[in-house]
C-alpha cells in the first residue's frame, strides 16, 4: 500500500507534534494503543476512532503549550473526561492528540457565601458534592453519569433537576479556555449578573470543545434544602402524567425533579429491582422545600394526581426509601439493558415544548410498535425532554437500518414540534446531519464564528458542524 | 468649509441608502431634525448623535431590506426602541438609520402551557403583563422603565426580580434577528432547553444591536403566585442589610425581591412621598409562594433581621399597600432628583460578589464623600448588583471632572473585586474604556465574532468595543 503525500504530510506533522510535547509533559504523553483505543471509544454504538496520542495534562499552562504545538502542526485537539458523552463527542476521526484533564482534578476555592466554587475540569460531579457537603452546599446537575465538570460544561449537560435548577447554561458563572490561538481567556468574573459585552460564558458552555479546551469553571452552587419528599405515581396514560406534570408548574409548584417511566420501564424496573411497582406510566417526583414547605408541596401533588386519576402517590422524606426510589430510577438503563442480552444499546435523546410532550411521546411509541423495535422511554416531563433506550444487533444490517430509519424519524418528529434533537445529549459526530433542519441559517452563524476562531480547525474537528 | 472625500462620499452613500429605503417604506422614513434628535438621544448626560435618518419598520421582512441596503453602502443601523437606555446605546455616532421598531409592538401568541410567548419587539414589559394576567402569567424582568422588550434583550436586562427569576439572559428562549448579512436567523426552537450547537440566543441577548437586529423574541412566563408579601425592614448598616439579604439566600428562602435603599436616599424618599420611613440602611423586600409559603418566608426573614438588629419588619399582603411601597421604590429616582434641583442625573451600575457587596457599597460611599459628590445608593442586594445616582452641571468643568473620575474609581474598585463594571446597564459608548480591565484577552475574542458576523461594522458601530 503507497501512501498519499497528504498522508505522509500528516504523519510528519503529528511526529513532530507529539515530539514536541514529550518534551513539555515527559512521560505524561502516551501512544500505547490501549491508551488510544480507550480514548477514542464513548459510550455509543459508534466503534470510535483513536487519537494518534494522549496527553495527561497538569494544569491551565500545559494545556496551553499543548495547544500552541497542535496549532503549529495544524494537529486537532480532543479535550477527554470520563468518556461518559453519547453523541461521539471525545473520538478522533482526523487523529490528533487527546488531552486527558483527569489529572486537573482539584477544587480550586468554595465561596460559601457568593454560592459558588472554582474547580479544575477533571472533578466529577460526584466528587464535588462530597467535597461541599459539609457546608450546606450542593451542586444539583446530575445527567446520570458521574461525569466530569468539563465535559458537562462542554456537553451543556442537564439531567433530572433541571426543571428546578436549570442546565449547566445556567449554573455556570464563568470558566477559562484555551482557545486555538492559545489565549487563555477567562469568560467572566464571578459577579452573579452581567451585561459587559458579549456572553462569552454561554458560547463556550455546549460548544463541545469545537473553541476551545475548558481549563477551569467557576460553578453556582445551592443550599441543601431542610427537606426532601420523594414518591412515585402511576397515571392510567402517558398524558395524564404529563397533564399532571404540567399543572404543577402551572401552579408555582417548584418541583425538584419530574421523571417520566413507561410501562415498558416499569417491567424492566420490577424484574431487575423487585421493586413491586404497578407496571403503568409513572411519574418520579420530588420537591425540596422547608419541611412545612415541602409537605404542602406533597398533598398539592397528590391532589392534582386524584383529579386527573392516578395514583396511589406513595411517597417518603427519609433518606434511605429516597435514595432507593432514585437508585430504580438511575438503574433504569442496566435494568432495560437486562431484558436484551447481548446487544449493544444506545440513548438517544429529543426535547419539545411541553404541551407537544405527550403527542410526541405516544407517537414515538406507536413508531417503536410499528417497526418492531424495543425501546423504553424516560423522559425529564417537566422540560419537555425525553429518551429512548434502543437495543441493535451491529451485525444486523437491517436492525442497524430499522435502528438509523428511527433515529431520523424521532429527530424531525421533535423538530416539527418546534423542539430540539437533543435536549441535553449533545450534537457530537451523532447528530451533525440534524443541525440544519433545526437551526436552518443559523448553521451559517455558527460555521462563521467557529472559522473566524479556529481557522485551521483543530478544535475537535468533525463535531457539532455539518 | 470644505468637506473631504470620505464625507462626501459617505453622504452620497447615506443619500443612496435613503433613496433606497422610501422605496420600501414610503413615508415611513423621516429626516426631519426633531425626529432624527429625539432618536439619537437616550437618557444619560451624553449629548449623542442624531442619525440621518430613521425608518418605522412593521415586520421582519422589511428590517432585512433595510440592513440589506445598509449593508449595500456601508451605512450603520441603530435600533431603537423606548431610548430608556443609559449608556448611549441608541445614539449614532457614525450617522446612518435609526430603525425605530414602535410599530412592531403586537403579542404574536400565547402558548400558556409552555409557559412562553412570542412577541415583537416593540412590546413593553407593562403592555406584555396587562395582555397576560387573565391567563395568569407574568413576566418577571422589571428593570425600572417601562421599557421595549426588544431593547431590554438587547442589552440583557434585568432589575428587582433578578434574584428569584434571573436575567433577560435567563428568560429569553429563542429569538429571531436579521443579521449584518441581512440573513434572517432564528436562533433557537421553542423547546425549554437544547444542547444542540452553539448558543446563539445567548450570543444576541447583551450584543446591544452590535450583530443584528431583533425582530422577535420569544420569552419564558410564569404563574402569578397565589400569594405576594412586601415589606420595609431597617437595619444598624449597610453591612447588617447585606448580611441579612446574604442570609436569607444560604437558607433557600427564594425571596423575590431583596432592595437595599441607603439613607441618603430614605430621606429622598420621605420628602417626595410622605412615607414616614426610618432613615437607615432599609431592604425592601417581597416574597413570592402559597398562602402558608409567603408566610414562612416573611416569618424567616423576620427572624433573621432581628438576629442582625435590624427591625421592625413592616410588611402586608394586600396589593395597595404592596404597589404604594414599590411606586416610592421606583419613584426613587425622582425623590432623589428633587433633591439636586436643575442638575443633570446619571445612573450608573457595578455588581459584585455578594460577599464583597457591603464592603464595596461602604467604600464607594466614603468615596462619595470624600469627593464631595451626592450620589444615593439603591442596590439588587441579592444579586450584589447596586446603582449610584449622581448629578452634575455639565457647564461646571471642575464637577464633570469629579464625577468622570468617581465613575473611573468605581469601576475599578468592582472589577478589582472580582465584579463587573456593569450588572444591568450594558457597556454602551459610555463603559467601553472598562472592557479590556473586565475582559483582558477575551475582547479579542468579543472582536474576532464581531468582525466575522459584520465586517463591514454596520451594526450599531462604536458600541460595546474599545
Known amino acids: 500500500m503507497t501512501m498519499s503525500v497528504q498522508t505522509v504530510e500528516r504523519r510528519n506533522s503529528v511526529s513532530q507534534a507529539i515530539a514536541e510535547i514529550t518534551e513539555v509533559l515527559g512521560d505524561r504523553i502516551s501512544t500505547s494503543q490501549a491508551v488510544r483505543d480507550q480514548h477514542g471509544k464513548d459510550t455509543t454504538w459508534n466503534p470510535g476512532h483513536a487519537p494518534d496520542a494522549v496527553a495527561f495534562v497538569d494544569n491551565t499552562e500545559e494545556v496551553q503549550k499543548v495547544v500552541q504545538i497542535c496549532s503549529r502542526y495544524a494537529v486537532p485537539v480532543v479535550a477527554y473526561g470520563t468518556g461518559t458523552s453519547l453523541e461521539g ?7 490528533g492528540i487527546s488531552i486527558d484533564m483527569n489529572n ?42 458521574d461525569a466530569s465538570l468539563g465535559g458537562m460544561t462542554a456537553t451543556r449537560a442537564s439531567g433530572t433537576n ?11 458563572l464563568s470558566l477559562t479556555a484555551v482557545m486555538a490561538n492559545g489565549e487563555i481567556v ?3 468574573r464571578r459577579a452573579k449578573k452581567s451585561s459587559a459585552g458579549y456572553d462569552l460564558t454561554r458560547l463556550m458552555v455546549g460548544s463541545e470543545g469545537t473553541l476551545g479546551v475548558i481549563t477551569e469553571i467557576c460553578l453556582k452552587l445551592h443550599g441543601i434544602p431542610e427537606s426532601i419528599a420523594a414518591g412515585v405515581c402511576p397515571f392510567p396514560s402517558i398524558e395524564a402524567a404529563c397533564n399532571a406534570a404540567i399543572t404543577c408548574i402551572q401552579m408555582g409548584i417548584p418541583i425538584a425533579r419530574v421523571e417520566l417511566v413507561d410501562a415498558e420501564n416499569l417491567r424492566a424496573f420490577n424484574a431487575y429491582s423487585n421493586l413491586g411497582l404497578k407496571e403503568e406510566p409513572t411519574l418520579f417526583v420530588e ?26 402517590f406513595d411517597w417518603a422524606t427519609n433518606e434511605e426509601d429516597r435514595l432507593k426510589l432514585w ?7 442496566w435494568a432495560i439493558k437486562s431484558m436484551v442480552p447481548g446487544k449493544e444499546s ?96 443559523g448553521v451559517a452563524v455558527m460555521r462563521t464564528i467557529k472559522q473566524a476562531l479556529d481557522p485551521k480547525n483543530i478544535m475537535n474537528p468533525g463535531k457539532i458542524l455539518p
Open 287 to 312: 420537591f425540596h422545600g422547608s419541611e412545612a414547605g415541602a409537605r404542602e408541596q406533597v398533598d398539592t401533588f397528590a391532589a392534582i394526581a386524584d383529579e386527573l386519576g392516578g395514583g396511589p
Open 162 to 172: 433541571a426543571v428546578r435548577y436549570g442546565t449547566m447554561r445556567d449554573n455556570v
Open 89 to 95: 463527542h471525545i473520538t478522533c476521526p482526523h487523529g
Open 346 to 441: 444506545l440513548g438517544t435523546d429529543v426535547c419539545v415544548p411541553i404541551s407537544r410532550l405527550a403527542e410526541c411521546v405516544e407517537e414515538t411509541r406507536l413508531d417503536l410498535e410499528k417497526h418492531g423495535l424495543y425501546g423504553p422511554i424516560l423522559g425529564h416531563v417537566g422540560d419537555g425532554n425525553f429518551h429512548v433506550v434502543l437495543f441493535c444487533d451491529r451485525n444486523d444490517a437491517a436492525e442497524v437500518k430499522a435502528t438509523e430509519e428511527f433515529l431520523y424519524r424521532l429527530a424531525m418528529r421533535a423538530i416539527a414540534m418546534d423542539g430540539t434533537c437533543t435536549g441535553e445529549h449533545g450534537i457530537g459526530s451523532g447528530k451533525r446531519k440534524f443541525l440544519e433542519a433545526e437551526h436552518g441559517p
Open 186 to 188: 477567562r469568560t467572566a
Open 104 to 145: 486537573m482534578n482539584q477544587v480550586l476555592e468554595v465561596n460559601p457565601q457568593d454560592f459558588d466554587v472554582r474547580v479544575q475540569p477533571g472533578v466529577t460531579r460526584k466528587q464535588l458534592n462530597e467535597y461541599i457537603r459539609d457546608q450546606g452546599l450542593f451542586f444539583p446537575i446530575d445527567p446520570g453519569a
Open 327 to 333: 437508585q430504580a430510577r438511575h438503574d433504569g438503563y
